[in-house]
């Protein structure tokens, strides 16, 4: 016989929601790390017990949480970031959702303090299974430290799903290290049971982080183009001996995976295989990122004008890196890279996700000021 519907418990409903955004350890880093980052973060500094399953801590000296809004820091659709449908259209910051603390709050045991810029006093929330327990306010450095202890250890068939401490904090390592490439300007750090394994301290240079996980042998190319407002930055590891292609790809400050891009890659055959990354700043308007629970894909609004971007400016970094210089680009005969290609090596202190999109400016007008830091 056929059930009634009934509306689901909030305790139960919002442990479903959690799922969809916190996944393993490595979701609930790139959450609070994409937060930092959002924050203005120079530092971010990452620790794990047991891969995570224990406990997960990111640190960072952004611009804070006031006391007064840490309880709905954890409240879902609570955000700083967007206010209206219109920002739908054109967001420029990593989260806007105002899920991610909810569900990470939803499914541990956690701790928030934090001080805010301009306050005198920090706060400490603490949350179990969703519910808050304490809301104090207590001496804090600058910044903001989440604790999140236990994952999932309301859900314990989602718990027993997690993978080896090993294999999560190698998952954990290579988000660190993506997103180190992508914003030379932070300071990375992971420890593991107390061990650091993991800094960027001081390293400004995309090269030189690349080489820190891709190794210096082969060379690394890198190719920069600009086509109106879209910029596309490509480091490149051939493979000595052929074999697969491998891609990173950043859009807008945002790891993603993207069908597109992969295939423009692809298109581009044997002779591209390699270890690509790539790095694409469009103007937020150009692109939805509102299309996936995990914010992990994006839909381009001219997906046909990004795979030529990046097609041709693959094709150009491995023509010129074979040493044959070529003098037109197979393909749509309307793609024209900006002439010359910038190539001037790599861009160290470039924060590469645009707050503000200057209008019909510039990509690469906002660099190394963002606003004030906190204290
Ligand atoms: N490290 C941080 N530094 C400063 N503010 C933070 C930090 N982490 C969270 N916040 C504040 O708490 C709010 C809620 O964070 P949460 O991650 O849940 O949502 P979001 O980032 O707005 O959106 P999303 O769910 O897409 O990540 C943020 O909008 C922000 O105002
Ligand atoms: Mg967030």
């Excluded at 999140?148 to 190698?170: C, G, H, I």
């Amino acid at each position: 016989m056929k059930k009634s519907i009934r509306r689901l418990d909030e305790s139960v409903s919002s442990r479903i929601a959690a799922g969809e955004v916190i996944e393993s350890p490595a979701s609930v880093v790139k959450e609070l790390l994409e937060n930092a980052l959002d924050a203005y973060a120079r530092t971010v500094r990452v620790s794990l017990r047991q891969g995570g399953k224990g406990r997960i801590v990111v640190e960072d000296d952004g611009h804070g949480i006031p006391f007064g809004e840490l309880p709905l820091a954890v409240e879902r659709f609570a955000t700083s970031k967007i206010s209206g449908t219109e920002d739908l259209e054109k967001i420029g910051t990593l989260g806007y959702r105002g899920e991610a603390l909810a569900s990470l709050a939803a499914v541990s045991r956690l701790e928030i303090r934090s001080l805010a810029e301009g306050s005198s006093g920090g706060g400490l929330l603490k949350c179990t299974a969703g519910v808050i327990e304490a809301h104090l306010e207590i001496p804090v450095e600058k910044g903001t430290r989440v604790q999140a202890d236990d994952l999932f250890f309301n859900l314990p068939a989602r718990r027993k799903f997690l993978k080896q401490a090993a294999s999560e904090t190698r998952k954990v390592g290579r988000l660190l290290r993506d997103y180190a490439v992508a914003y030379p300007e932070v300071d990375f750090s992971l420890s593991c049971d107390g061990r650091a394994v993991y800094s960027t301290a001081g390293v400004r240079e995309r090269r030189e982080l690349l080489e820190e996980q891709w190794g210096n042998d082969p060379a690394i190319h890198f190719k920069k183009s600009r086509t109106g407002d879209m910029v596309v930055e490509a480091f490149w590891q051939p493979h000595s001996t052929g074999g697969r292609l491998t891609s990173t790809v950043f859009v807008n400050g945002r790891r993603v995976t993207d069908p597109v891009i992969r295939a423009a890659l692809s298109s581009l055959g044997a002779e591209a295989s390699g270890l690509w990354f790539l790095l694409i700043e469009v103007p937020p308007g150009f692109v939805d990122v509102n299309i996936h629970p995990a914010k992990a894909e994006v839909r381009f609004k001219d997906s046909g004008e990004i795979f030529q971007a990046v097609r041709a400016t693959a094709e150009l970094l491995v023509t010129v890196s074979a040493g044959e210089v070529r003098t037109s680009f197979r393909g749509d005969s309307t793609w024209q890279i900006s002439s010359p290609p910038l190539d001037a090596g790599v861009a160290g202190n470039v924060r590469t996700r645009p707050e503000v999109f200057p209008q019909g400016g510039s990509l690469f007008a906002r660099v190394s000021s963002p606003p004030k830091q906190a204290k």
